[in-house]
């Protein structure tokens, strides 16, 4: 994961904002439907890159969940997202591998 450096007019609810989306899904797309969170550019980014870590994480656990081993297994993947979110409490710009290559790419961020 790469992370760009913080800038000066990230506030600390930007931050928290940003954060939460990670662990908890539904708080990402409920960023993405407030018009004044939405267009904060860090907040949008991290929603938005948390919406599709969730999803792929979603779909491997279904996966998963179809083996024996991958029911017991499946459940951790969550702790997948502590990291970017702490990271983006820091006030970082995570990079996560193929997620934002794929968000820039379309657009989105």
Known sequence: ???QTSS??????DRLWAALGYPIAIIAVIVLLMDDKKNRPFIRYHAIQALILNLAMYVLMTVLAISVVGTVCAPFLWFVTLWPAYDAFRGNWTELPVIT???KN???A
């Not at 000066?8 to 609810?13: A, G, L, R």
């Open 101 to 103: 290559t794929f968000i």
């Open 106 to 108: 379309q657009g989105w």
């Open 1 to 3: 994961m790469n992370e």
């Open 8 to 13: 000066p007019d990230v506030s600390q609810d």
